[in-house]
């Protein structure tokens, strides 16, 4: 459902002049299976026993610093014509950067740099220089201790060509029965953000850029509308956790061991204030399939909200390789991208977008039954009339 909804996505960008970047999935899966636990982890192990490094914490005004200064939004603007259209509305009166020293990586510097928020939608931007690094290692008798059987295939994309250089000799090790053994060291954001109350807001998605210097720069996406409690305030005063990891792959010539390490060091802050860019509402009716709707769309520039009302309950999806889509575009054909999906069965369903960067002049509306493997002019002569949702004044 998802790869052919996106495929329609990226053609109608192209179609409009715009292009979409992806991110890097494995980034996002690795930080937030840490945050959760899902990892070995074993908390209360002795830092220096892992990293052998005392941690030096700095929190300071860094406005002029490099990676600071980099606006994230801007950077991703260039491929991205969302949130190229967002950045005037990103810059942060202040930027906090975070500055850990290790002897395994040296200093890595983390901020963030840059955030959208309009009372209803947020997206933040931040930056970590010099957060990871890969080397072969031959585990000590203590770290040996700690370590634990592993499944014999270990499956783990490599993030850079340092990172696949190696796995080709693990690989290589473990054919030719030799001992050999990875260790990643990492500095890694929780994937909680939470506000100056304690509320936590979970992440919707996320998207990574690796930089010509090395540094990353991630965009992080949360659910719109926000929760009632942190809506329309004058500002948010955010915190996105730190923790530094040290993870061990070892194959001693037989089987495979591996041990992990995450320690809390610090969290990046920001207080981002309302850009005050306003949300919208829209209506329309029309019909699907000769089932009369109504339809309300909530609609900034950065996300909408779609409520659609039926007389009686749109009909199931006959089964799971079918599903419904409700393309949703503005006055200029630029696609606002669909974050779910519906599979019949009610007479009333919400749906959520992303955004195009610029505030609609209208919306329109086509509903459409999909599946697997049919051909786009086979679903077109499937799809509802164009439904016109007019801005209401």
């Not at 109350?197 to 996406?221: C, F, H, L, N, W």
């Not at 077109?380 to 801005?391: F, G, N, P, Q, T």
Request: include cysteine; hydrophobic fraction near 40%; charge should be negative.
């Amino acid at each position: 459902m998802n790869d052919r909804r996106d495929k329609r996505f990226v053609q109608q960008s192209i179609d409009i002049g715009l292009s979409s970047m992806q991110g890097d999935p494995w980034l996002a899966q690795r930080v937030m299976a840490l945050e959760k636990g899902e990892s070995k982890v074993k908390k209360k192990t002795s830092l220096t026993l892992v990293l052998t490094a005392l941690i030096v914490l700095t929190i300071a005004a860094a406005a002029l610093a490099e990676i600071a200064g980099v606006n994230v939004f801007e950077l991703f603007g260039r491929t991205n014509a969302r949130y190229a259209q967002l950045v005037p509305y990103t810059a942060l009166d202040e930027v906090s950067e975070v500055s850990v020293t290790s002897v395994e990586l040296g200093e890595t510097t983390a901020a963030i740099n840059s955030a959208y928020y309009d009372g209803m939608s947020l997206i933040v931007g931040y930056s970590i220089q010099n957060g990871s690094r890969v080397e072969e290692f031959t585990p000590d008798e203590a770290l040996m201790e700690k370590m634990h059987r592993s499944a014999d295939d270990i499956a783990r994309p490599a993030e850079n060509e340092a990172e696949a250089a190696l796995f080709v000799k693990l690989e290589r090790a473990k054919a030719e029965g030799y001992a050999m053994g990875i260790a990643f060291y990492a500095v890694h954001p929780g994937d909680h953000t939470v506000t100056d109350d304690g509320i936590d807001i979970a992440p919707r998605s996320e998207e990574t850029k690796i930089g010509d210097d090395g540094v990353e720069y991630t965009i992080r996406e949360f659910d719109s509308p926000l929760a009632e409690e942190i809506q329309n305030l004058d500002q948010l005063t955010l915190e996105i956790p730190l923790y530094q990891n040290a993870s061990y792959l070892y194959f001693d010539g037989e089987a495979f061991y591996t041990y992990c390490d995450v320690q809390p060091i610090s969290a990046m802050k920001a207080i981002v204030w309302n850009s005050h860019v306003p949300t919208c509402v829209y209506r329309g009716s029309g019909e699907y399939n000769g089932i009369k709707l109504s339809a309300v769309a909530h609609a900034s520039a950065a996300n909408a909200v779609l409520e659609i009302a039926f007389e009686e309950a749109l009909p199931d999806v006959p089964d799971l390789d079918h599903w419904y889509t409700f393309e949703l575009t503005d006055e200029n054909g630029a696609a606002l991208r669909e974050n779910d999906g519906a599979n019949g069965g009610e007479a009333e369903i919400r749906i959520t977008y992303e955004g195009t960067g610029g505030l609609p002049q209208e919306l329109r509306l086509t509903i459409r039954m999909e599946s697997e493997g049919e051909s786009d002019s086979d679903a077109e002569s499937r799809a509802s009339d164009v439904i016109i949702l007019k801005m209401q004044k």
